[in-house]
């Protein structure tokens, strides 16, 4: 699976939108983009996943770029709750389906 | 939907015992587990794919023999830390992908935090 890039930590306040950054440049052209999130002490929660549309649930949305080579997660209106490790992960569909973590980043929700 | 739960949530254990945890799809059916270990500050580590009837995959550095995988049914696995030692002591996370429906996303449990003294 490619190798993803992203800041170590993050600062955002609470009611704007956090926008989170991922660059995997070397991800080729059967591999995804999926985002998990990690509240303190509990299991990874699936986020949202894209291939190389701009997707949207009702979570957040995932902006890729035209060459794929980035993302951007994009919490519209965080809210406190929202503090978390934000995992960027790429991999394909098919096969071993596992996931390999990186560090993340550490987003913090200020009031 | 798509609930997996751990059981137990946390677990103190005397060095040299052995530890079972379990992990259950609640909702769904799923012929693939995963087993992470997650050690303080850092990211989860994948430790072994489990399959249902079959024997599971162990990543590399990961003892197979220390580290006993069930994948009995289609809706739980169970791993025992056999013989643990303070060094075991971590925070054990399982996920779970549907063999129908959203076959492309995995969903995971809370997690066990083992401590052994």
């Known amino acids: 699976d490619a190798k993803t890039t992203q800041p170590t930590s993050m600062d955002c306040a609470e009611g704007r939108a956090a926008n989170l950054p991922c660059n995997h440049s070397t991800i080729s052209g059967n591999e995804y983009v999926y985002w998990y999130r990690q509240i303190h002490s509990q299991g990874p929660q699936y986020i949202i996943h894209g291939l190389k549309n701009n997707e949207t649930n009702e979570m957040a949305s995932l902006i890729i770029t035209e060459d794929r080579k980035s993302s951007t997660l994009i919490l519209p209106h965080a809210t406190l709750r929202d503090t978390a490790v934000y995992y960027c992960i790429v991999r394909i569909i098919q096969g071993a389906q596992k996931l390999v973590f990186g560090q993340g980043t550490r987003l913090t929700i200020n009031p | 939907g798509a609930v997996v739960s751990q059981h137990p949530s946390r677990v103190i254990c005397k060095s040299g015992t052995s530890v079972k945890i379990e992990c259950r799809s609640l909702?769904?059916?799923?012929?693939?587990m995963f087993w992470y270990r997650q050690f303080p500050k850092q990211s989860l580590m994948l430790m072994a794919t489990?399959?249902?009837?079959?024997?599971?995959?162990?990543e590399q550095g990961v003892e197979k023999d220390k580290f006993l995988i069930n994948h009995a049914s289609l809706t739980l696995s169970t791993l025992t830390v056999t013989s643990a030692h303070p060094e075991d002591s971590s925070f054990y996370i399982c996920s779970a992908t549907p063999i129908q429906g959203a076959l492309e996303t995995q969903y995971f449990g809370p997690g066990t935090r083992l401590l052994v003294l």
């Open positions: 909702d769904f059916q799923a012929t693939t």
């Open positions: 489990s399959n249902e009837g079959s024997k599971a995959t162990y």
